[in-house]
Protein backbone atom coordinates (compact mmCIF):
# COMPACT_ATOMS: atom_id res chain seq x y z
CA UNK A 1 0.00 0.00 0.00
CA UNK A 2 2.83 2.68 0.94
CA UNK A 3 4.54 1.52 -2.42
CA UNK A 4 0.98 2.50 -4.55
CA UNK A 5 1.01 5.61 -2.46
CA UNK A 6 4.41 6.78 -3.77
CA UNK A 7 4.05 5.67 -7.23
CA UNK A 8 0.67 7.87 -7.18
CA UNK A 9 3.11 10.49 -6.12
CA UNK A 10 3.46 13.28 -8.59
CA UNK A 11 7.29 12.89 -8.31
CA UNK A 12 7.38 9.42 -8.02
CA UNK A 13 9.84 9.32 -11.16
CA UNK A 14 12.57 11.67 -10.35
CA UNK A 15 12.01 10.48 -6.65
CA UNK A 16 13.03 6.78 -8.06
CA UNK A 17 15.05 7.14 -11.12
CA UNK A 18 18.70 5.54 -9.39
CA UNK A 19 17.18 3.24 -7.26
CA UNK A 20 18.86 0.17 -7.41
CA UNK A 21 17.65 -2.73 -5.60
CA UNK A 22 14.32 -3.57 -4.23
CA UNK A 23 13.94 -6.65 -1.12
CA UNK A 24 10.94 -8.27 -0.92
CA UNK A 25 11.47 -9.98 2.91
CA UNK A 26 8.71 -12.38 3.74
CA UNK A 27 7.25 -12.87 0.29
CA UNK A 28 5.05 -15.85 0.45
CA UNK A 29 2.82 -13.88 2.98
CA UNK A 30 2.01 -11.54 0.31
CA UNK A 31 2.85 -12.83 -3.08
CA UNK A 32 -0.61 -14.17 -4.15
CA UNK A 33 -4.01 -12.25 -3.45
CA UNK A 34 -5.12 -8.75 -4.91
CA UNK A 35 -2.53 -7.22 -2.41
CA UNK A 36 0.27 -8.93 -4.05
CA UNK A 37 -1.41 -8.23 -7.89
CA UNK A 38 -0.53 -4.57 -6.30
CA UNK A 39 2.91 -5.01 -4.86
CA UNK A 40 3.53 -6.34 -8.71
CA UNK A 41 2.10 -3.70 -10.66
CA UNK A 42 3.86 -1.29 -8.50
CA UNK A 43 7.27 -2.84 -8.96
CA UNK A 44 6.98 -3.27 -12.53
CA UNK A 45 6.01 0.84 -12.14
CA UNK A 46 9.40 1.20 -10.14
CA UNK A 47 11.08 -0.96 -13.03
CA UNK A 48 9.96 2.08 -15.35
CA UNK A 49 11.18 4.59 -13.36
CA UNK A 50 14.64 2.59 -12.98
CA UNK A 51 15.39 0.07 -15.89
CA UNK A 52 18.74 -1.35 -13.84
CA UNK A 53 16.73 -2.16 -11.16
CA UNK A 54 17.24 -5.25 -9.18
CA UNK A 55 14.60 -7.47 -7.24
CA UNK A 56 15.48 -9.43 -4.23
CA UNK A 57 12.58 -11.69 -2.76
CA UNK A 58 13.58 -13.72 0.69
CA UNK A 59 11.26 -16.55 2.57
CA UNK A 60 11.74 -19.44 4.79
CA UNK A 61 8.33 -21.19 3.58
CA UNK A 62 8.42 -21.12 0.07
CA UNK A 63 6.85 -24.63 -1.86
CA UNK A 64 7.71 -23.58 -4.91
CA UNK A 65 10.46 -21.07 -5.61
CA UNK A 66 10.12 -21.68 -9.81
CA UNK A 67 6.67 -19.74 -9.26
CA UNK A 68 7.41 -16.77 -6.75
CA UNK A 69 10.61 -16.21 -9.30
CA UNK A 70 8.57 -16.32 -12.19
CA UNK A 71 5.44 -13.97 -10.01
CA UNK A 72 8.59 -11.36 -9.58
CA UNK A 73 10.84 -11.10 -12.42
CA UNK A 74 10.12 -8.04 -14.54
CA UNK A 75 9.51 -10.18 -17.79
CA UNK A 76 8.77 -13.36 -18.72
CA UNK A 77 12.12 -14.10 -20.31
CA UNK A 78 14.15 -11.87 -17.80
CA UNK A 79 16.84 -14.52 -16.26
CA UNK A 80 16.29 -15.25 -12.51
CA UNK A 81 18.67 -16.92 -10.04
CA UNK A 82 17.22 -19.06 -7.15
CA UNK A 83 19.44 -19.61 -4.33
CA UNK A 84 18.92 -22.08 -1.62
CA UNK A 85 20.00 -21.40 1.67
CA UNK A 86 21.16 -23.97 4.25
CA UNK A 87 17.77 -24.38 6.49
CA UNK A 88 19.80 -25.14 10.03
CA UNK A 89 19.10 -27.15 12.78
CA UNK A 90 15.30 -28.87 12.43
CA UNK A 91 12.96 -27.96 14.74
CA UNK A 92 12.06 -30.04 17.73
CA UNK A 93 8.03 -30.11 17.53
CA UNK A 94 6.30 -31.97 20.15
CA UNK A 95 2.58 -32.39 20.68
CA UNK A 96 0.84 -31.89 24.16
CA UNK A 97 -1.26 -35.08 25.58
CA UNK A 98 -3.39 -33.42 27.82
CA UNK A 99 -3.90 -35.23 31.25
CA UNK A 100 -7.23 -33.91 31.56
CA UNK A 101 -10.23 -34.43 29.15
CA UNK A 102 -9.77 -33.71 25.73
CA UNK A 103 -13.06 -32.05 24.13
CA UNK A 104 -13.86 -34.09 20.54
CA UNK A 105 -14.89 -30.07 19.17
CA UNK A 106 -14.21 -26.54 20.11
CA UNK A 107 -10.94 -24.16 19.68
CA UNK A 108 -10.18 -22.68 22.54
CA UNK A 109 -8.15 -25.10 24.18
CA UNK A 110 -9.00 -23.98 27.96
CA UNK A 111 -8.60 -27.59 28.94
CA UNK A 112 -5.30 -27.34 28.79
CA UNK A 113 -3.95 -23.76 29.88
CA UNK A 114 -2.66 -25.08 33.20
CA UNK A 115 -0.09 -27.19 31.37
CA UNK A 116 0.48 -24.39 29.35
CA UNK A 117 1.02 -22.69 31.98
CA UNK A 118 3.51 -25.02 33.66
CA UNK A 119 5.13 -25.02 30.46
CA UNK A 120 5.51 -21.62 30.60
CA UNK A 121 7.06 -21.65 33.82
CA UNK A 122 9.54 -23.92 32.64
CA UNK A 123 10.67 -21.71 30.19
CA UNK A 124 12.95 -18.49 30.23
CA UNK A 125 10.55 -16.44 27.40
CA UNK A 126 7.20 -18.08 25.38
CA UNK A 127 5.12 -16.72 22.25
CA UNK A 128 1.98 -18.80 22.72
CA UNK A 129 0.20 -18.19 19.42
CA UNK A 130 -3.27 -19.00 19.06
CA UNK A 131 -5.00 -17.49 15.46
CA UNK A 132 -7.50 -15.26 16.24
CA UNK A 133 -7.73 -12.51 18.18
CA UNK A 134 -10.81 -13.05 20.48
CA UNK A 135 -8.75 -16.63 21.62
CA UNK A 136 -5.64 -14.29 22.19
CA UNK A 137 -8.03 -11.94 24.59
CA UNK A 138 -10.09 -15.32 26.06
CA UNK A 139 -6.40 -17.00 26.35
CA UNK A 140 -4.86 -14.61 27.97
CA UNK A 141 -7.11 -14.26 30.82
CA UNK A 142 -7.51 -17.33 31.84
CA UNK A 143 -3.83 -18.02 31.95
CA UNK A 144 -4.02 -15.00 34.17
CA UNK A 145 -6.68 -16.40 36.71
CA UNK A 146 -4.18 -19.16 37.64
CA UNK A 147 -0.99 -17.32 37.37
CA UNK A 148 -0.12 -17.60 41.19
CA UNK A 149 3.44 -16.88 40.60
CA UNK A 150 2.76 -13.32 39.19
CA UNK A 151 4.58 -14.02 35.78
CA UNK A 152 4.83 -11.12 33.40
CA UNK A 153 2.38 -12.20 30.81
CA UNK A 154 1.13 -9.98 27.75
CA UNK A 155 -0.78 -9.76 25.06
CA UNK A 156 -0.59 -8.96 21.47
CA UNK A 157 -3.28 -8.57 18.64
CA UNK A 158 -4.19 -6.65 16.01
CA UNK A 159 -6.89 -4.76 17.72
CA UNK A 160 -4.71 -3.22 20.20
CA UNK A 161 -3.77 0.43 19.78
CA UNK A 162 0.15 0.54 18.10
CA UNK A 163 1.13 2.12 20.89
CA UNK A 164 0.50 -0.92 23.46
CA UNK A 165 1.99 -2.84 20.85
CA UNK A 166 4.90 -1.19 20.73
CA UNK A 167 5.09 -1.28 24.58
CA UNK A 168 4.91 -5.47 24.76
CA UNK A 169 7.37 -5.87 21.71
CA UNK A 170 9.72 -3.15 23.62
CA UNK A 171 9.36 -5.02 27.06
CA UNK A 172 9.96 -8.48 24.89
CA UNK A 173 13.38 -6.64 23.75
CA UNK A 174 14.58 -5.93 27.44
CA UNK A 175 13.50 -9.52 28.20
CA UNK A 176 11.39 -8.67 31.17
CA UNK A 177 8.61 -11.06 30.29
CA UNK A 178 8.06 -14.63 30.31
CA UNK A 179 5.34 -15.06 28.10
CA UNK A 180 2.98 -13.45 25.25
CA UNK A 181 0.29 -14.42 23.96
CA UNK A 182 -0.24 -13.32 20.04
CA UNK A 183 -1.78 -13.89 16.84
CA UNK A 184 -0.32 -13.33 13.04
CA UNK A 185 0.74 -10.02 14.76
CA UNK A 186 3.91 -12.15 15.76
CA UNK A 187 4.43 -14.08 12.88
CA UNK A 188 6.60 -11.93 10.50
CA UNK A 189 9.78 -9.79 11.41
CA UNK A 190 10.71 -10.01 14.24
CA UNK A 191 13.14 -12.11 15.28
CA UNK A 192 13.73 -12.79 18.97
CA UNK A 193 16.69 -14.25 19.48
CA UNK A 194 15.81 -15.08 23.56
CA UNK A 195 12.51 -16.70 22.64
CA UNK A 196 12.96 -20.29 24.40
CA UNK A 197 9.80 -21.82 23.53
CA UNK A 198 7.06 -21.28 20.82
CA UNK A 199 3.79 -22.55 21.63
CA UNK A 200 0.80 -23.04 19.18
CA UNK A 201 -2.75 -23.40 20.98
CA UNK A 202 -5.11 -25.02 18.45
CA UNK A 203 -4.34 -26.42 15.37
CA UNK A 204 -2.04 -24.00 13.36
CA UNK A 205 -3.94 -24.10 10.02
CA UNK A 206 -0.82 -25.20 7.68
CA UNK A 207 2.87 -26.51 7.44
CA UNK A 208 3.97 -22.94 6.60
CA UNK A 209 2.43 -20.72 9.33
CA UNK A 210 3.96 -23.47 11.97
CA UNK A 211 7.58 -23.16 10.32
CA UNK A 212 7.16 -19.17 10.41
CA UNK A 213 5.95 -19.23 14.14
CA UNK A 214 8.60 -21.93 14.99
CA UNK A 215 11.28 -20.28 13.55
CA UNK A 216 10.17 -17.11 15.99
CA UNK A 217 12.11 -19.00 18.75
CA UNK A 218 15.66 -19.36 19.49
CA UNK A 219 16.85 -17.80 15.97
CA UNK A 220 20.24 -19.08 15.16
CA UNK A 221 21.26 -21.88 13.11
CA UNK A 222 23.29 -23.83 14.48
CA UNK A 223 20.31 -24.59 17.48
CA UNK A 224 16.74 -26.14 16.60
CA UNK A 225 14.13 -24.26 17.61
CA UNK A 226 11.48 -25.74 20.09
CA UNK A 227 7.62 -25.96 19.49
CA UNK A 228 4.95 -27.35 21.24
CA UNK A 229 1.17 -27.98 19.55
CA UNK A 230 -1.39 -27.80 21.95
CA UNK A 231 -4.86 -29.49 20.31
CA UNK A 232 -7.55 -27.75 21.44
CA UNK A 233 -9.88 -30.92 20.58
CA UNK A 234 -9.05 -34.81 19.55
CA UNK A 235 -10.23 -33.99 15.86
CA UNK A 236 -7.09 -31.58 16.25
CA UNK A 237 -4.91 -33.98 17.25
CA UNK A 238 -4.98 -35.30 13.45
CA UNK A 239 -4.49 -32.09 12.31
CA UNK A 240 -1.50 -31.43 14.62
CA UNK A 241 0.49 -34.75 13.83
CA UNK A 242 0.17 -34.22 10.15
CA UNK A 243 1.19 -30.27 10.23
CA UNK A 244 4.21 -31.83 12.22
CA UNK A 245 5.19 -34.58 9.60
CA UNK A 246 4.91 -31.84 6.87
CA UNK A 247 7.17 -29.60 8.74
CA UNK A 248 9.41 -32.62 9.03
CA UNK A 249 9.16 -33.43 4.83
CA UNK A 250 10.03 -29.53 4.50
CA UNK A 251 5.77 -29.83 2.63
CA UNK A 252 5.27 -26.15 2.62
CA UNK A 253 1.70 -25.12 1.65
CA UNK A 254 0.67 -24.95 -2.00
CA UNK A 255 -0.27 -21.89 -3.47
CA UNK A 256 -2.23 -22.13 -7.17
CA UNK A 257 -1.14 -19.76 -10.00
CA UNK A 258 -3.06 -16.39 -9.36
CA UNK A 259 -4.33 -14.40 -12.80
CA UNK A 260 -4.31 -10.76 -11.51
CA UNK A 261 -7.75 -9.34 -10.51
CA UNK A 262 -9.05 -6.59 -12.57
CA UNK A 263 -10.10 -4.29 -10.00
CA UNK A 264 -6.89 -3.99 -8.40
CA UNK A 265 -5.33 -3.08 -12.22
CA UNK A 266 -7.82 -0.08 -12.52
CA UNK A 267 -6.49 1.41 -8.84
CA UNK A 268 -3.37 0.97 -10.57
CA UNK A 269 -4.37 2.76 -13.70
CA UNK A 270 -5.77 5.54 -11.57
CA UNK A 271 -2.17 5.87 -9.01
CA UNK A 272 -0.30 5.93 -12.54
CA UNK A 273 -2.80 9.07 -13.59
CA UNK A 274 -2.06 10.89 -10.43
CA UNK A 275 1.47 10.42 -10.97
CA UNK A 276 1.88 11.77 -14.46
CA UNK A 277 -0.05 11.38 -17.61
CA UNK A 278 0.69 8.22 -19.61
CA UNK A 279 0.54 6.77 -22.93
CA UNK A 280 -1.97 3.41 -23.29
CA UNK A 281 0.41 1.28 -25.35
CA UNK A 282 3.19 2.20 -22.94
CA UNK A 283 1.39 1.41 -19.48
CA UNK A 284 0.38 -1.87 -21.31
CA UNK A 285 3.31 -3.03 -22.36
CA UNK A 286 4.48 -2.17 -18.39
CA UNK A 287 1.13 -4.32 -16.74
CA UNK A 288 1.71 -7.18 -19.11
CA UNK A 289 5.39 -7.82 -17.98
CA UNK A 290 4.28 -8.06 -14.46
CA UNK A 291 3.93 -11.68 -13.32
CA UNK A 292 0.23 -12.16 -12.37
CA UNK A 293 -0.74 -9.89 -15.56
CA UNK A 294 1.08 -11.60 -18.27
CA UNK A 295 -2.02 -13.30 -20.18
CA UNK A 296 -4.09 -9.88 -19.94
CA UNK A 297 -5.35 -9.16 -23.46
CA UNK A 298 -5.16 -5.77 -25.01
CA UNK A 299 -8.97 -5.56 -24.86
CA UNK A 300 -9.54 -6.65 -21.42
CA UNK A 301 -7.11 -3.27 -20.65
CA UNK A 302 -8.92 -1.40 -22.84
CA UNK A 303 -12.27 -2.22 -20.76
CA UNK A 304 -10.25 -1.31 -17.04
CA UNK A 305 -8.76 1.96 -18.63
CA UNK A 306 -12.59 2.40 -20.11
CA UNK A 307 -14.13 1.74 -16.09
CA UNK A 308 -11.17 4.53 -14.82
CA UNK A 309 -12.27 6.98 -17.53
CA UNK A 310 -16.26 6.61 -17.27
CA UNK A 311 -17.13 5.09 -14.80
CA UNK A 312 -17.99 1.91 -17.36
CA UNK A 313 -21.09 1.42 -18.83
CA UNK A 314 -23.62 1.57 -15.89
CA UNK A 315 -21.96 4.53 -14.91
CA UNK A 316 -20.76 6.79 -18.16
CA UNK A 317 -23.69 9.10 -17.71
CA UNK A 318 -22.51 10.72 -14.43
CA UNK A 319 -19.98 12.96 -14.41
CA UNK A 320 -18.43 12.08 -11.09
CA UNK A 321 -17.20 8.87 -12.01
CA UNK A 322 -14.64 10.28 -14.78
CA UNK A 323 -12.10 10.23 -13.58
CA UNK A 324 -9.49 10.72 -15.51
CA UNK A 325 -9.64 12.36 -19.05
CA UNK A 326 -7.00 11.98 -22.30
CA UNK A 327 -5.02 15.46 -23.29
CA UNK A 328 -4.76 16.85 -26.42
CA UNK A 329 -1.39 14.37 -26.77
CA UNK A 330 -2.96 11.21 -26.59
CA UNK A 331 -2.09 10.63 -23.10
CA UNK A 332 -4.34 10.08 -20.08
CA UNK A 333 -3.99 12.04 -16.44
CA UNK A 334 -6.33 12.34 -13.38
CA UNK A 335 -9.54 14.96 -14.22
CA UNK A 336 -8.60 17.06 -11.16
CA UNK A 337 -6.66 17.31 -7.88
CA UNK A 338 -9.39 16.18 -5.76
CA UNK A 339 -9.30 12.93 -7.19
CA UNK A 340 -6.10 12.36 -6.69
CA UNK A 341 -6.33 13.49 -3.05
CA UNK A 342 -9.35 10.80 -2.55
CA UNK A 343 -7.14 8.04 -4.71
CA UNK A 344 -4.50 8.32 -2.56
CA UNK A 345 -6.42 8.24 0.64
CA UNK A 346 -8.28 4.81 -0.33
CA UNK A 347 -5.80 3.33 -1.99
CA UNK A 348 -4.92 -0.52 -1.00
CA UNK A 349 -6.51 -4.27 -1.41
CA UNK A 350 -7.07 -5.22 2.15
CA UNK A 351 -9.88 -6.60 2.66
CA UNK A 352 -11.32 -5.75 6.16
Given at each position: ??????????????????????????????????????????????????????????????????????????????????????????????ILVSEGHVPWAGHTGVHAVPEVYDAIRGAGMTLIFVNTR??????????????????????????????QRRKVEAAMARGDLRAVVCTSTLDLGIDWGDVDLVIQLA??????????????????????????????????????????????????????????????????????????????????????????????????????????????????????????????????????????????????????
Amino acid sequence: EQLALFCAWDGARAYFADLKCVVLDEVHAIWSGKRGDLLSLGLGRLQKFAPEMRRVALSATVDDPEMIAGWLKPGPDAPVAIVLGDPGAPPVIDILVSEGHVPWAGHTGVHAVPEVYDAIRGAGMTLIFVNTRWQAEFVFQQLWAINDDSLPIALHHGSLAAEQRRKVEAAMARGDLRAVVCTSTLDLGIDWGDVDLVIQLAAPKGASRLVQRIGRANHRLDEPSRALMVPASRFEMLECQAAREAVAENAFDWEPVHIGTLDTLAQHVMGCACSEPFDLNDLYTEVSACGPYRGLTWESFEEVVDLVATGGYALRTYDRFARIVRTADGRWKVRNAQLAQSHRMNVGAIVS
